[in-house]
């Protein structure tokens, strides 16, 4: 036991030694500046049209821009107010406002493999074509057009 003594005393002062080296050699480490939330692969946020061969135009009246819980069409802006997940689609409803669509509209939504969006809202289905992908929600697409 005299013998360990020593040797445990020499131990935790080499312990004590490395343990201050280390703090000095290691600078705080300076954060870097993110890009902010990036959007699920399978977020919609974007651009779009009813017709694909219009995804060039801007001002087009048949488009519809989604930006997190923000869905522009040309003479309307609505807010996701809820949603519910389904089997294969997603029922949103929607608060509007706007020239002649005011008020709540219930949508349900369906994406498809080449990034078209069917949009179905009572007995009448609309397939937009995806123009632009946006990467994040960030309001970066309020009030721009396709």
Do not use: H, W
Request: glycine share 10%.
């Amino acid at each position: 036991m005299n013998k360990a003594k020593p040797f445990l005393a020499l131990a935790s002062f080499a312990l004590i030694g490395l343990a201050a080296c280390s703090q000095e050699e290691v600078a705080p480490v300076t954060p870097e500046n993110t890009p902010g939330p990036m959007a699920q692969s399978s977020a919609l946020n974007g651009t779009y049209n009813l017709l694909r061969s219009n995804c060039g135009e801007t001002g087009g009246d048949k488009s519809l821009v989604i930006d997190g819980n923000k869905f522009m069409y040309p003479r309307a802006t609505c807010t996701v107010v809820s949603s519910e997940q389904q089997v294969n689609r997603t029922r949103v409803t929607l608060s509007c406002e706007g020239e002649g669509t005011g008020g709540n509209r219930v949508v349900d939504l369906q994406t498809r493999r080449d990034g078209a969006l069917r949009l179905t809202e009572g007995s009448i289905t609309l397939t937009y074509f995806q123009c632009m992908k946006a990467p994040a929600s960030t309001d970066s697409l309020v009030g721009q057009s396709i």
